[in-house]
């Protein structure tokens, strides 16, 4: 939610008109991908998302699977990892390819108290981002809504990618990029949001500067696919 404030806030600087908002808006908020991990599956469990058995051969195996929200707003597993660490590795991954699409992408990084994440993500995507030619615009840190929490359980890490908003189109496309400039003009260029640094702890951080990680559609609270 705070990356689609801030696109919003650029748009109506840059003069894009009041009956394009909400499209714009609605078709980078489609451009925006989430993933997330969790520490443990009892939460997953316990709420009707995974079988018992999954419970059980999962816990057994160390798997810690990332999840990621679909087009359609369920749940569901992009990828399984044996391990915390790995599952971290995962999404970072899964964010990557996500960002290869376009030039420019705004980051997204959620750590839950006590799961202070925050820097090392952030190095480990711009340095792949940057090995791939991928400008990031600027990160947002956030923390993990309770209502969130309840499900996943207290250990909860995610990372959310989009792409910056002047270059809503994928890059693989120079006509449909040069398009979506020109509706506010071919000379805007938007300015990139600043990171929101740490300044002492992550908790510190966190009470000042809260975002929220944005996933369009709102998952629906629906078994694990």
């Given at each position: 939610m705070g990356d689609k404030i801030s696109a919003r806030k650029?748009?109506?600087e840059a003069g894009v008109p009041w009956e394009r908002l909400d499209?714009?808006?609605?078709a980078l908020s489609r451009q925006t991908r989430v993933w997330f991990s969790t520490k443990t599956l009892s939460y997953l469990r316990h709420g009707g998302r995974i079988s018992e058995p999954v419970y059980r051969?999962?816990?057994?195996?160390?798997?810690?699977?990332?999840?990621?929200?679909?087009?359609?707003?369920?749940?569901?597993v992009a990828r399984k990892t044996r391990g915390w660490q790995k599952s971290l590795d995962a999404q970072v991954k899964l964010a990557v390819e996500v960002g290869e699409k376009f030039d420019r992408v705004q980051l997204a990084i959620s750590c839950s108290i006590g799961n202070d994440h925050f820097a090392e993500l952030e190095e480990k995507l711009r340095n792949e981002l940057a090995r791939r030619g991928i400008e990031g615009a600027g990160v947002v840190y956030a923390g993990v809504s309770p209502d969130l929490l309840v499900h996943t359980g207290p250990d909860m890490v995610g990372v959310g990618?989009?792409?910056?908003?002047?270059?809503?189109?994928?890059?693989?496309?120079?006509?449909?990029?040069?398009?979506?400039c020109s509706r506010v003009g071919s000379s805007i260029h938007c300015t990139p949001s600043p990171r929101l640094e740490h300044h002492g702890s992550a908790h510190a951080s966190l009470r000042n500067h809260r975002?929220?990680?944005a996933c369009a559609p709102v998952c629906s609270n629906q078994p694990i696919a």
């Open positions: 650029k748009m109506i499209a714009d808006l609605d051969l999962g816990t057994m195996l160390n798997i810690k699977p990332v999840i990621t929200c679909h087009e359609e707003g369920y749940y569901v990618i989009q792409p910056a908003w002047r270059l809503v189109h994928a890059r693989a496309s120079p006509k449909q990029t040069s398009s979506a975002a929220q990680l």
